[in-house]
Nanobody
Framework: DVQLQASGGGLVQAGGSLRLSCVAS????????IGWFRQVPGKEREAVSC????????YYTDSVKGRFTISSDSAKNTVYLQMNSLKPEDTAVYSC??????????????????????WGQGTLVTVSS
């Protein structure tokens, strides 16, 4: 069975850092892109960052560019999201999911949330001002 497990959330002051981890199982890790998404109550889920292990391409939403870094470790089947210079508006439940398009790339392409499945349980990130 395909499973994704997110962890690493917590409470941090503005300007601080957190590293989220997404451990994947049940599929060939390098064949499918994985993305991080966030959601706050009353708002739609937003794609934060995605990575394609097959070609190394990445995507970042504008609000996190220069502050967040996504990376993957194929040996551990894990995707990380390093979040620096956190802001109160980054507060959300962060989840990871796998894109169902094999070999997907983010060169010149934005992720479509409809292409993602197998949502892992989210991890709460709270940034205090």
């Amino acid at each position: 069975d395909v499973q994704l497990q997110a962890s690493g959330g917590g409470l941090v002051q503005a300007g601080g850092s957190l590293r989220l981890s997404c451990v994947a199982s049940g599929f060939t890790f390098d064949d499918y892109p994985i993305g991080w998404f966030r959601q706050v109550p009353g708002k739609e889920r937003e794609a934060v960052s995605c990575i394609s292990s097959s070609d190394g391409s990445t995507y970042y939403t504008d609000s996190v560019k220069g502050r967040f870094t996504i990376s993957s470790d194929s040996a551990k089947n894990t995707v990380y999201l390093q979040m620096n210079s956190l802001k109160p508006e980054d507060t959300a439940v962060y989840s990871c999911a796998v894109e169902t398009i094999m070999g997907g790339s983010y060169y010149g392409k934005k992720p479509d949330i409809r292409d993602f499945a197998y949502w892992g349980q989210g991890t709460l990130v709270t940034v205090s001002s």
